[in-house]
């Protein structure tokens, strides 16, 4: 079956240089969920998207933004990166925005800033 | 605001261990719950979900949980463990009426030893 597609898998940037992360969800899926999972740490939400809109919104810095495309994949742009900011990124998507679909995971992204 | 708990951070066991995870969460509506389990280098993978009806809910790989609402609890529990099961797995809840985003607990890195 498929699953969730992210990409890059692996991201080195410096200090202060911008990054984009994509996801592309399983196939009908229309709802798309970006998690930052912080070395030992457990993932923390930090925006997802419903039909092309922003439906809830956590803890997400200024400094990044977020899209869901007419193909329901959905980029998540961050800038001024800092060394914080060194994580894996994982994306999940579910069918729908009813409080009983299942999210599914993307292997996610690891991003590392030096 | 909701929240997620689980008690054992690490945990070792020899092969052919029960396991029981202990998780509570907190929030005062009615929630879903799920057990994702992520394996070394691995992303997040569902193991069971509870969304109503029968409180015993059975998972891939023999994993099953109970949910007991008057204690706010979703433990995990497995007869016999494999070497094959160790992992991490974390507990999360969303909501059925509020939040959509999952809230996950910190984890419990399981070690199994041949």
């Known amino acids: 079956a498929a699953g969730v597609i992210q990409s890059p898998r692996h991201l080195i940037k410096e200090k202060r240089e911008t990054a984009t992360l994509k996801c592309y969800p399983i196939?009908?899926?229309?709802?798309v969920y970006w998690y930052q999972q912080g070395p030992g740490q457990d993932p923390q939400f930090l925006i997802s998207?419903?039909?092309?809109?922003?439906?809830d919104k956590g803890s997400i810095p200024d400094r990044f933004s977020a899209q869901q495309f007419s193909d329901y994949h959905s980029e998540l742009n961050m800038s001024s990166l800092e060394l914080g900011d060194s994580a894996l990124y994982f994306c999940?998507?579910?069918?729908?925005?009813?409080?009983?679909?299942?999210?599914?995971f993307g292997p996610g992204t690891r991003l590392t800033v030096l | 605001a909701q929240s997620v708990s689980q008690h054992n951070h690490h945990v070792i066991l020899s092969e052919a261990a029960s396991l029981e995870l202990g998780c509570n969460y907190s929030?005062?509506?009615?929630?879903?719950l799920f057990w994702y389990v992520q394996y070394p280098g691995q992303h997040l993978q569902l193991l069971l979900k509870?969304?109503?009806?029968?409180?015993l809910v059975k998972g891939i790989k023999g994993f099953e949980a109970e949910f007991i609402k008057s204690k706010f609890s979703f433990n995990l529990r497995k007869p016999s463990v494999q070497w094959s099961d160790t992992a991490e797995y974390f507990c999360?809840?969303?909501?059925?009426?509020?939040?959509?985003?999952?809230?996950f607990g910190t984890g419990t890195r399981l070690l199994v030893s041949p």
């Open positions: 929030y005062g509506g009615t929630v879903n």
């Open positions: 999360a809840v969303n909501s059925k009426t509020g939040f959509q985003k999952l809230v």
């Open positions: 509870y969304f109503s009806g029968d409180p």
């Open positions: 998207f419903y039909e092309k809109m922003q439906s």
């Open positions: 196939p009908r899926h229309d709802t």
């Open positions: 999940a998507s579910s069918s729908g925005s009813s409080f009983t679909d299942t999210q599914y």
